[in-house]
Nanobody
Framework: QVQVVESGGGSVQSGGSLRLSCAAS????????MGWHRQAPGKQRELVAV???????NYADSVKGRFTISTDNSKSTVYLQMESLKPEDTAVYYC???????????????WGQGTQVSVSS
């Protein structure tokens, strides 16, 4: 099993910044990729950003140039630096860790509990 825990949400005014953190922990796993999704009230969960173990990143068009995803040396902690926040960024942000337990085994996705980000105009 893998535990995924997010932190760093909060409330800011439009134009402000926040940094989200997410740590995956457990035993005997390798991280293939970690990412951030978000879900606003009444909307479907959407991908915000992803980073692979090799360092490849991808962003939703709506956050390109404003958000930056990064990891630490362990690759099991991921950060989301959010700049120039807009009211439409308001959502619950969920971290996911895509991991394998064997070198050639299947990939499993684990989710965190979510952290609220609220941006006021």
């Amino acid at each position: 099993q893998v535990q995924v825990v997010e932190s760093g949400g909060g409330s800011v005014q439009s134009g402000g910044s926040l940094r989200l953190s997410c740590a995956a922990s457990g035993s005997r796993f390798s991280v293939n990729a970690m990412g951030w999704h978000r879900q606003a009230p009444g909307k479907q969960r959407e991908l915000v950003a992803v980073i692979t173990a090799a360092g490849w990143t991808n962003y939703a068009d709506s956050v390109k140039g404003r958000f930056t995803i990064s990891t630490d040396n362990s690759k099991s902690t991921v950060y989301l630096q959010m700049e120039s926040l807009k009211p439409e960024d308001t959502a619950v942000y969920y971290c996911n860790a895509d991991v394998t337990f064997k070198e050639t085994g299947p990939t499993f996705r684990y989710w965190g509990q979510g952290t609220q980000v609220s941006v006021s105009s």
